[in-house]
């Protein structure tokens, strides 16, 4: 019985970082919109030479996006390695599970 609660607990912990990693995705893919959304609008104000110190506040705020995306997509690879972890013990529990059906 415990070898299947173990499985059980890590098949939990495992549907749970599937959610988070497909939160982090989705978050990631929303800030590269916006990224890419205030590149377009830096490159419209270079243009125009338009407001001098928006141009200036929209680069900090765009290395500040930068920034929060190389997190995000670090979470995310970190989450994925977890995860791949968790479904490999998976399944030697499975394994070993069916070699004490098997005695």
Known sequence: HEGLRKEEDLQRHLLHLQLQLAVQQ??????????????????????????????????RHLLHLQLQLAVQQQTASDLRQVRDGLQRERKRLQKSHEGLRKE
């Open 26 to 59: 989705q978050t990631a893919s929303d800030l590269r919109q916006v990224r890419d959304g205030l590149q377009r609008e830096r490159k419209r104000l270079q243009k125009s030479h338009e407001g001098l110190r928006k141009e200036e506040d929209l680069q």
